[in-house]
Protein backbone atom coordinates (compact mmCIF):
# COMPACT_ATOMS: atom_id res chain seq x y z
CA UNK A 1 0.00 0.00 0.00
CA UNK A 2 1.59 3.52 -0.88
CA UNK A 3 1.75 6.25 1.51
CA UNK A 4 -1.11 8.94 0.29
CA UNK A 5 0.02 12.68 1.07
CA UNK A 6 -2.32 15.49 0.06
CA UNK A 7 -0.83 19.36 0.52
CA UNK A 8 -3.76 21.45 0.79
CA UNK A 9 -3.92 25.62 0.09
CA UNK A 10 -6.40 27.88 -0.94
CA UNK A 11 -6.67 28.42 -4.51
CA UNK A 12 -4.19 25.15 -5.45
CA UNK A 13 -2.40 27.06 -7.70
CA UNK A 14 0.02 28.90 -6.14
CA UNK A 15 1.34 27.02 -3.09
CA UNK A 16 0.14 23.33 -2.72
CA UNK A 17 1.20 22.71 -6.64
CA UNK A 18 4.78 23.31 -5.39
CA UNK A 19 4.19 21.54 -2.45
CA UNK A 20 2.69 18.71 -4.89
CA UNK A 21 5.82 18.88 -6.99
CA UNK A 22 8.39 19.76 -4.39
CA UNK A 23 7.28 16.40 -2.27
CA UNK A 24 6.99 14.01 -5.41
CA UNK A 25 10.40 15.09 -6.54
CA UNK A 26 12.17 13.62 -2.87
CA UNK A 27 10.05 10.91 -2.75
CA UNK A 28 9.48 7.22 -4.95
CA UNK A 29 6.50 7.10 -7.00
CA UNK A 30 6.09 3.77 -6.29
CA UNK A 31 5.91 3.77 -2.11
CA UNK A 32 4.50 7.65 -1.88
CA UNK A 33 1.35 8.85 -4.03
CA UNK A 34 1.30 12.94 -4.24
CA UNK A 35 -1.47 15.33 -4.31
CA UNK A 36 -2.44 18.94 -3.90
CA UNK A 37 -6.11 20.38 -3.33
CA UNK A 38 -7.73 23.60 -2.48
CA UNK A 39 -10.58 24.66 -0.05
CA UNK A 40 -11.28 27.22 -2.43
CA UNK A 41 -13.39 26.32 -5.98
CA UNK A 42 -12.15 29.53 -7.63
CA UNK A 43 -9.65 28.16 -10.26
CA UNK A 44 -10.84 24.64 -10.46
CA UNK A 45 -9.47 23.04 -13.52
CA UNK A 46 -6.75 25.41 -14.39
CA UNK A 47 -3.36 24.67 -14.23
CA UNK A 48 -0.56 26.40 -11.60
CA UNK A 49 0.14 30.11 -11.34
CA UNK A 50 2.40 30.87 -14.13
CA UNK A 51 4.72 32.45 -11.12
CA UNK A 52 4.95 28.89 -9.75
CA UNK A 53 5.63 27.31 -13.24
CA UNK A 54 8.26 29.34 -13.10
CA UNK A 55 9.88 29.26 -9.98
CA UNK A 56 9.65 24.97 -10.26
CA UNK A 57 11.30 25.50 -13.49
CA UNK A 58 14.14 27.39 -11.54
CA UNK A 59 14.64 24.42 -9.76
CA UNK A 60 14.18 21.72 -12.28
CA UNK A 61 10.66 20.56 -11.55
CA UNK A 62 7.27 20.88 -14.37
CA UNK A 63 4.39 21.29 -12.56
CA UNK A 64 2.63 23.00 -15.23
CA UNK A 65 0.45 19.75 -16.57
CA UNK A 66 -1.20 19.53 -12.82
CA UNK A 67 -4.66 20.46 -13.02
CA UNK A 68 -6.72 22.33 -9.71
CA UNK A 69 -9.21 21.22 -7.91
CA UNK A 70 -10.94 21.74 -4.53
CA UNK A 71 -10.41 19.35 -1.26
CA UNK A 72 -13.11 17.35 -0.32
CA UNK A 73 -14.11 15.14 2.37
CA UNK A 74 -13.79 11.78 0.55
CA UNK A 75 -10.07 13.31 0.51
CA UNK A 76 -10.21 12.11 4.17
CA UNK A 77 -10.47 8.43 3.38
CA UNK A 78 -8.28 8.34 0.32
CA UNK A 79 -5.20 10.30 2.45
CA UNK A 80 -2.49 9.31 5.56
CA UNK A 81 -1.32 13.23 5.79
CA UNK A 82 -2.81 16.08 4.66
CA UNK A 83 -0.50 18.89 4.80
CA UNK A 84 -2.09 22.37 5.44
CA UNK A 85 -0.02 25.73 4.53
CA UNK A 86 -1.51 27.93 6.32
CA UNK A 87 -4.12 28.15 9.64
CA UNK A 88 -7.05 29.31 7.64
CA UNK A 89 -6.85 25.97 5.22
CA UNK A 90 -6.20 24.31 8.40
CA UNK A 91 -9.46 25.36 9.64
CA UNK A 92 -11.55 24.46 6.69
CA UNK A 93 -10.33 21.31 5.84
CA UNK A 94 -11.20 20.14 9.67
CA UNK A 95 -14.57 21.65 9.25
CA UNK A 96 -15.20 18.90 6.58
CA UNK A 97 -13.86 16.22 9.05
CA UNK A 98 -15.97 13.39 9.89
CA UNK A 99 -14.29 12.04 13.07
CA UNK A 100 -11.26 11.96 15.02
CA UNK A 101 -9.44 10.07 13.15
CA UNK A 102 -9.93 12.26 10.10
CA UNK A 103 -8.61 15.28 12.21
CA UNK A 104 -5.62 13.39 13.56
CA UNK A 105 -4.03 13.56 9.73
CA UNK A 106 -4.13 17.29 9.13
CA UNK A 107 -1.31 19.11 10.06
CA UNK A 108 0.36 22.71 9.46
CA UNK A 109 3.37 21.60 6.56
CA UNK A 110 5.86 23.86 8.42
CA UNK A 111 5.29 21.98 11.79
CA UNK A 112 7.71 19.63 10.16
CA UNK A 113 10.62 21.46 10.20
CA UNK A 114 11.36 24.56 12.52
CA UNK A 115 11.89 28.18 10.60
CA UNK A 116 10.57 29.82 13.39
CA UNK A 117 6.92 30.67 11.31
CA UNK A 118 4.05 27.16 10.74
CA UNK A 119 2.25 29.66 8.08
CA UNK A 120 3.46 29.61 4.29
CA UNK A 121 2.68 32.91 3.41
CA UNK A 122 0.11 33.33 0.35
CA UNK A 123 2.16 34.94 -2.00
CA UNK A 124 -0.75 35.21 -4.89
CA UNK A 125 -0.74 39.09 -4.59
CA UNK A 126 2.68 39.88 -4.03
CA UNK A 127 5.54 39.54 -5.90
CA UNK A 128 7.95 36.92 -7.68
CA UNK A 129 10.38 37.14 -4.32
CA UNK A 130 7.60 35.64 -2.63
CA UNK A 131 7.44 32.68 -4.96
CA UNK A 132 10.96 32.55 -4.17
CA UNK A 133 10.63 32.17 -0.84
CA UNK A 134 7.58 29.57 -0.68
CA UNK A 135 9.50 27.56 -2.68
CA UNK A 136 12.75 27.67 0.01
CA UNK A 137 10.11 26.90 2.86
CA UNK A 138 8.37 24.36 1.44
CA UNK A 139 11.55 22.63 -0.08
CA UNK A 140 12.59 22.41 3.41
CA UNK A 141 9.52 20.96 5.05
CA UNK A 142 9.23 18.50 2.13
CA UNK A 143 12.98 17.65 2.77
CA UNK A 144 11.83 16.55 6.57
CA UNK A 145 8.21 14.86 5.23
CA UNK A 146 10.82 12.49 2.86
CA UNK A 147 13.31 11.52 5.46
CA UNK A 148 10.67 10.71 8.10
CA UNK A 149 9.03 8.32 5.26
CA UNK A 150 12.03 6.88 4.25
CA UNK A 151 13.22 5.87 8.66
CA UNK A 152 9.86 4.60 8.03
CA UNK A 153 10.53 2.69 5.38
CA UNK A 154 7.99 4.32 2.64
CA UNK A 155 10.15 6.76 0.89
P1 LIG B 1 -2.80 29.57 -3.13
O1 LIG B 1 -2.87 31.13 -3.51
O2 LIG B 1 -3.80 29.36 -2.02
O3 LIG B 1 -1.39 29.40 -2.65
O4 LIG B 1 -3.12 28.81 -4.39
C1 LIG B 1 -4.05 31.77 -3.89
C2 LIG B 1 -4.53 31.62 -5.17
C3 LIG B 1 -5.67 32.28 -5.56
C4 LIG B 1 -6.33 33.10 -4.67
C5 LIG B 1 -5.86 33.24 -3.37
C6 LIG B 1 -4.72 32.57 -2.99
N1 LIG B 1 -7.48 33.80 -5.09
O5 LIG B 1 -8.03 34.58 -4.27
O6 LIG B 1 -7.94 33.63 -6.23
Request: proline letters at 3%; aromatic letters at 8%; a neutral charge.
Given at each position: ???????????????????????????????????????????????????????????????????????????????????????????????????????????LL???VD????????????????????????????????????????G
Open positions: MKTKVLMVCLGNICRSPLAEGILKSKVGSKMVFVDSAGTAGYHVGNPPDQRSIAIAQKYGLDISTQKCRRFSEVDFQEFDYIYAMDRSNFSNIIKLANSKEDEKKVKLDELGINEVPDPYYGGTDGFEKVYEMVDLACDAIAKKLELNGR
